[in-house]
C-alpha cells in the first residue's frame, strides 16, 4: 500500500540554524500539507501546497518557514533561524483531492531545537 | 472565540463494551468532519468523514453522528477491543476560501482486556 515517507525520523539542532525537512507524498496525489504537534498538544496546520503554489497557511506559517517541491517527488519544508519553541514533530500529509478526501499522514519528524 | 474540544481525559472500557468520545466545536461552520487514530510517536490515521448534511456514517465497527445544530460529533467503537487502545482525535474541515483543518486535542481511548 502506498504511504508517505518523512526523512529524517529525528532531528535535532541548534537554535538558529536552518533545517530542512523531507517529505515524500503518495505519487499520484496533488495536494501537500505540513502540519506540527507540540509534545502533549494537538496537531496543527502548517500549510497546504498545490500546483507548485501555497493554497493555505495558518497564523504559526511565518516568514521563518517556507515549503517547495523541489522535484517530482519531494516535498519540504524548511524552518530558518530555528527557536526552542520550534521544537515538535513535523507530519507532512498528501490527499489527490481537497475537502472530503482522505488526507494520509506520513510517520513524522521529531525536530528538537536546542 | 472558535473552539473545538475533546475530552482531556483518557477514557477506560472493558473489552466487548461501545466506547463513545465526543467531539464540540464553537464558532465554526464545517463542511466536513472527520475522525482519525493516533498511536503514541505516529502520525494521524484516517478513519472516516461526516459531510455537514449527514447525520451518521458507518464503518465496519465505526459509528460517527454529526449534529450542526449542537455543534457535536460522536464517535463509536462497538465491541471494542485491547487493539482499539490509541487517541481519536477530531478534525473540522471548513471552507474559506480553500479548506482549512483544524484538529481537537484527542481523547485517549484504553480498552481493557
Known amino acids: 500500500e502506498p504511504e508517505v515517507t518523512q526523512t529524517p525520523s529525528h532531528q535535532v539542532t541548534q537554535m538558529g540554524q536552518e533545517v530542512i525537512l523531507r517529505c515524500v507524498p503518495i505519487?499520484?496525489?496533488?495536494?501537500f500539507y505540513w502540519y506540527r504537534q507540540i509534545l502533549g498538544q494537538k496537531v496543527e496546520f502548517l500549510v497546504s501546497?498545490?500546483?507548485?503554489?501555497?493554497?493555505?497557511k495558518s497564523e504559526i506559517f511565518d516568514d521563518q518557514f517556507s515549503v517547495e517541491r523541489p522535484d517530482g517527488s519531494n516535498f519540504t519544508l524548511k524552518i530558518r533561524s530555528t527557536k526552542l519553541e520550534d521544537s515538535a514533530m513535523y507530519f507532512c500529509a498528501s490527499s489527490d483531492g481537497l475537502g472530503e478526501e482522505t488526507q494520509y499522514f506520513g510517520p513524522g519528524t521529531r525536530l528538537l531545537v536546542l | 472565540s472558535q473552539k473545538i474540544e475533546q475530552n482531556s481525559e483518557a477514557l477506560n472500557i472493558q473489552e466487548g463494551k461501545t466506547a463513545t468520545l465526543t467531539c464540540n466545536y464553537t464558532?465554526?461552520?464545517?463542511?466536513?468532519l472527520q475522525w482519525y487514530r493516533q498511536d503514541p510517536g505516529r502520525g494521524p490515521v484516517f478513519l472516516l468523514l461526516i459531510r455537514e448534511n449527514e447525520k451518521e456514517k458507518r464503518k465496519e465497527r465505526l459509528k460517527v453522528t454529526f449534529d450542526t445544530t449542537l455543534k457535536q460529533s460522536l464517535f463509536h467503537i462497538t465491541a471494542s477491543q485491547p487493539a482499539d487502545s490509541a487517541t481519536y482525535l477530531c478534525?473540522?474541515?471548513?471552507?474559506?476560501?480553500?479548506?482549512?483543518?483544524?484538529f481537537g486535542t484527542g481523547t485517549r481511548l484504553k480498552v481493557l482486556a
Open positions: 478534525a473540522l474541515v471548513v471552507e474559506a476560501g480553500t479548506y482549512k483543518y483544524i
Open positions: 464558532n465554526y461552520s464545517p463542511a466536513y
Open positions: 501546497f498545490y500546483n507548485n503554489e501555497i493554497s493555505e
Open positions: 505519487s499520484n496525489h496533488l495536494y
